[in-house]
């Protein structure tokens, strides 16, 4: 599985960015896949989660009514993740990573958020606030 994120960059406060991770080797099995954040000297956190199959959305407080997560499954050949991100704040400003992992039935119970879950990660994006 591999994991490319795109769209970070830089806004000010109340601003919006999308940001895109694009999705190889998902073959047919389900996953879960979200987004994480990582800012200097803190520890990386889960903010929002989904399955690949669909249904429902997983949010950390810290984003609810915020940002938005969505996806485009093409055929189970193309996996598109995306972030809406709206009412930026400062402490927005972090590394932003997409990851997936096989939905297990330990991270379907709770487990959504978990970064130490998740086996597959990206290289991360930067967002920037100010």
């Known amino acids: 599985v591999q994991l490319v994120e795109s769209g970070g960059g830089s806004v000010q406060t109340g601003g919006s960015l999308r940001l895109s991770c694009s999705a190889s080797g998902f073959g047919y099995d389900n996953y879960s896949w979200g987004w994480f954040r990582q800012a200097p000297g803190k520890e990386r956190e889960g903010i929002a989660a989904?399955?690949?199959?669909?249904?429902?959305?997983?949010?950390?407080d810290s984003v609810k009514g915020r940002f938005t997560i969505s996806q485009d499954n093409d055929k189970n050949v193309k996996h598109t993740l995306y972030l809406q991100m709206d009412s930026l704040k400062p402490e927005d400003a972090a590394m932003y990573y997409c990851a997936a992992v096989i939905l297990s039935p330990r991270v379907a119970h709770g487990s959504q958020l978990e970064p130490k879950e998740y086996d597959y990660w990206g290289q991360g994006t930067q967002v920037t606030v100010s």
């Open positions: 989904i399955y690949t199959t669909g249904g429902n959305r997983y949010y950390a």
